[in-house]
Structures are given as C-alpha cells and as structure tokens.
C-alpha cells in the first residue's frame, strides 16, 4: 500500500500525461483553517504561477480502503481540473501587490487563535475573544458567474504594501458593511423558505422560531458580522433584550434571545457535540459561548 506522497506523485504523473503540456502541474501542500494539513494537485498556464488545485486527502483514503485505483483518481482529478483551468486565467498577481488596487478586495475573517496558532505567525491578525481576526482578498472567478475566490492574507502581503495591521482592519471593516449585507433572519423564516410552498416543515415538530442566524448575505465567512458593534447593537434592539451567540462554524452564528436561552453549560455542550459531529474540521470556529449585553454593549464569553 502506497504512502501520502507515493500515492500523490503517482497521481501527478497520470495527471501530466492528460495534460500533455498544456499546462504545468505540481504537488501542494496547504495547512487549511484550524490546522489542516491538505495535499493536492495545482496547475497553471505557461507563464502564470497562478491556477486551480483539487485535494487528493479524500481519494487517498478511498485507496486505502481499496475503493479507488490510482488511474481512477487519476482520471477525477484531471477531470476537476479542466472544470476549473480558466477560473483564475484573468487574475493578475501583480495587482494583489498594489494597495490602492488591493484595498477594495479585502475583508475580515474569524478563526479560532488556538488552533491556528501556529498559521498565525505568519499571517497579519488581531486577537478578539478567543478567537483572530484575520484577512483575504476576494477575487472574481473568469467564469463570470458570481463565484469567487479567497486568498488569505499574509505577512509578505502587508509589508508589500506598507501597511500595518491596523490599515487592513479598517479596509476590511469598511469593506464588509459597503459590500456584503448582514443576514438576519429566525430559524421559523429559514424553515419556512425551505418548505414548499412557503410552508414551514417543522411548523408543528417544535422548531424554535425564538432561536437566529447571523451572518452575510453571501453566507460565506460571515461569522465576522460579530465584529461589527452596531449590528450587535441593532439585533439586541430588534429583540429586546441581551442575546447568547452560538459560534456555529466560520460561516455563521445562531442567536438565542437570553431570556430564553438554556443554562450555559448545556449550551457550552451542545456547540461541543455539533462542531464534532456535524461541523467539517476545517470550517469549525469555537466551542465556547458568547453573551452580548444590550446595555453594555460587550460581547464576552460566559462558557
């Protein structure tokens, strides 16, 4: 049985061969959020360094139950990656080093500082809770289909751009309320909108219409929305009351009214046991419980 890298080149090698030169190929290995260690295939046009990558972590572990042979990976891969070869095929990496250029495409992102402690010596962040602030830049896709891309941004982005930290926090703020909406809305609202006909399928199965999710309207990394004082300020009014926030992945968080909220251990557990069963590793953002005061406005951990 072959280990991660004998199984990964002998992948690129089938995948060369099916590209026959029209692009270049290469093993990466990438540590994702939350510490992640990734292994993939990347390939870019003659000239550009820049391109799509597919991830061989699941495919090696359907090798090693015997359920996939290495042609058959091989032949998924390269399949993913023409899909994806004109992506990126606009995007010019020399205007990523350009603040003037650069500033309008950055926004911030939540992470988990624990965890990403090690990532995070190399990356420009702020802590906040237990949890880091941190920043990357949205790019279009060529496809011109709305889709986009994310590139983190690092310590060689920000000395590049003569900016200290505090220069990417006010862009990325700015950028977050002049570009990407606040999405509020009751589990009863979302329920109803999955239904059809505008029903709501769990009307009579105890869905607690009193519990929220906040997040973008592009439901991607919006656990930032947390970072923003009046949106705190402004949903606390809309409830009438101070609000427990549950830190559901880095994509959203569920709001719970604090009059009607459990005791915060029983919350504390049951973000535990939803993050290990139910959250993809790299997408998990805390297991702790916050509580926003709506007359202090202060947002703090209580478990």
Known sequence: M??????SQAVLGAVK?????????????????????????????????IGPCTYLDDGYAAYRRGHMEIHEMAESVWRQLMEHKDDMKDIRVEN?????????????????????????????HRPF???AVVYYIEVECAAGDGETASI????????AWGQEEEGLYQAAAANMRMDKSPYFKS???????????????????????????LSNQDRVFGAAEILDRDILQAVSERL??????????????????????????????????????????????SDHVYRYGRDTGILEIVA
Not at 2 to 7: D, L, R
Not at 19 to 45: E, P, W
Not at 244 to 251: G, K, N, R, Y
């Open 2 to 7: 072959m280990k991660m890298e004998e199984f």
């Open 17 to 49: 061969e099916k590209l026959d030169g029209a692009f270049g190929a290469q093993i990466t290995t990438n540590i994702k959020n939350n510490g992640r260690k990734l292994t993939g295939i990347c390939i870019s046009r003659p000239g550009s360094n």
């Open 96 to 124: 990523f080093l350009q603040w003037d250029r650069a500033r309008r495409r950055i926004y911030p992102k939540l992470v988990n500082a624990g965890m990403n402690r090690e990532g995070l010596k190399t990356v420009p």
């Open 129 to 131: 809770l237990d949890l």
């Open 152 to 159: 983190l941004v690092q310590d060689g982005h920000r000395e």
């Open 187 to 213: 589990m009863g609202e979302i329920f109803k909108d999955m239904g059809p006909d505008g029903t709501n399928p769990f009307e009579n199965g105890g869905a607690d219409v009193k519990m929220y999710v």
């Open 240 to 285: 009438a009351d101070d609000f427990i926030v549950l830190p559901s992945s880095l994509h959203e968080t569920v709001i719970l009214p604090s009059d009607d909220a459990p005791e915060y251990t029983g919350l504390a557990n049951l973000v535990r046991e939803i993050n290990t069963f139910q959250v993809a590793e790299e997408e998990r953002l």
